[in-house]
């Protein structure tokens, strides 16, 4: 018995959100005291699960056959329902992207299991998983439990931190699936691609966030000043980008993009639900707002209580001083 966590890859090159899943994995593992095991698919995956073998899986599996070298539902589909039957696993864990969401619900139905989509906690009682999803756009948390194994479920875009790379590797198994080329019916095309972005807030390190409390849309330029002398990226609350005051890719939340930099500061945001959706993978929150009642706080690691047109002049100045 033990917990299956299937990376995903596309040309080569890892989905960020595989890692995020594995330390869910590493976590449910833990907690269970069975092992982990990773797997890797494509065409050929050698490369690739050397280089999973770095993040402390207890085994790599390279699950590889000739059909796999392009995505179809029905090829993953059927090789991972021969590798999750072969070593039955008692949870299994996805990435909660596009191509999970095409073809987990169709492998849960072969295997006879619910699927449980977009999980943004885990926690066990009475030695059983409990899987946390959020329900209307992150007003209300809904607790579902696996019914029998094995338990699937994909988990929301930064809602774990990712797993680091160590310094040993985990040994690396070869499964080689067995498939018809008539069991796979559909032809593959370009993948689907939600929108050209110029920006990837996913990918960002350090963001400056700035929300309605900012007033007019010509002092944006201070919030700017402030994400330049920081080397961040810059991002908006949902109004700002309504208004278009900014660009709709830089939206953060639940109807724009979900982030997870090291550092977040929100600037004028007061905190609704929707927009602490998208940023709550943060792993250090910096708040400055003039309302110290401001939902945001509570989200917050370091507050700032005052006039952002006060505060940010002065940050700005102290910042530009160390860096000097």
Not at 32 to 38: D, I, K, P, R, V
Request: aromatic share 6%; charged share 20%; hydrophobic share 45%.
């Amino acid at each position: 018995m033990s917990v299956l966590v299937v990376l995903e890859q596309r040309g080569g090159k890892w989905n960020r959100q595989s890692f995020e899943a594995l330390a869910v994995g590493q976590r449910m593992a833990e907690a269970a005291s069975t092992n982990l095991q990773a797997v890797a698919m494509g065409g050929s995956v050698d490369a690739l699960a050397r280089e999973a073998a770095a993040y402390g899986a207890d085994k790599v599996i390279a699950l590889e056959h000739p059909l796999l070298n392009e995505y179809t539902p029905d090829g993953y589909t059927a090789a991972l329902e021969q590798l999750i039957r072969d070593i039955n696993p008692t949870t299994v864990v996805f990435p909660h992207t596009y191509q999970v969401r095409d073809f987990g619900p169709k492998l849960a139905t072969r295997l006879g299991q619910p699927f449980v989509s977009d999980v943004v906690d885990i926690r066990v009682e009475s030695g059983h998983p409990v899987f946390v999803r959020q329900l209307f756009q992150g007003k209300m948390n809904a607790d579902v439990e696996g019914a029998g194994a094995p338990a699937l479920l994909s988990v929301q875009a930064g809602a774990f931190r990712a797993a680091q790379a160590g310094s040993s590797a985990s040994p690396i198994e070869r499964f080689e699936a067995k498939i018809d080329p008539g069991q796979v019916r559909s032809r593959p095309e370009a993948p689907f691609r939600e929108g050209q972005r110029s920006i990837d807030l996913g990918a960002a390190e350090m963001i400056v966030s700035v929300g309605r409390g900012i007033g007019e849309k010509e002092n944006l330029g201070l919030v700017e000043q402030l994400a330049e002398a920081l080397g961040a990226e810059l991002a908006a609350s949902r109004p700002i980008c309504d208004s278009g005051w900014l660009p709709m890719e830089r939206q953060v939340g639940s109807s724009g993009q979900t982030v997870s930099p090291k550092v977040y500061v929100a600037v004028g945001i007061s905190g609704a639900i929707q927009h602490l959706v998208g940023m709550k993978g943060s792993k250090t929150v910096v708040a400055i707002n003039k309302d110290e009642s401001a939902p945001i706080f509570e989200s917050a690691d370091y507050g700032i209580v005052g006039d952002l047109f006060e505060v940010l002049p002065a940050l700005i100045e102290e910042i530009k001083k160390v860096k000097a």
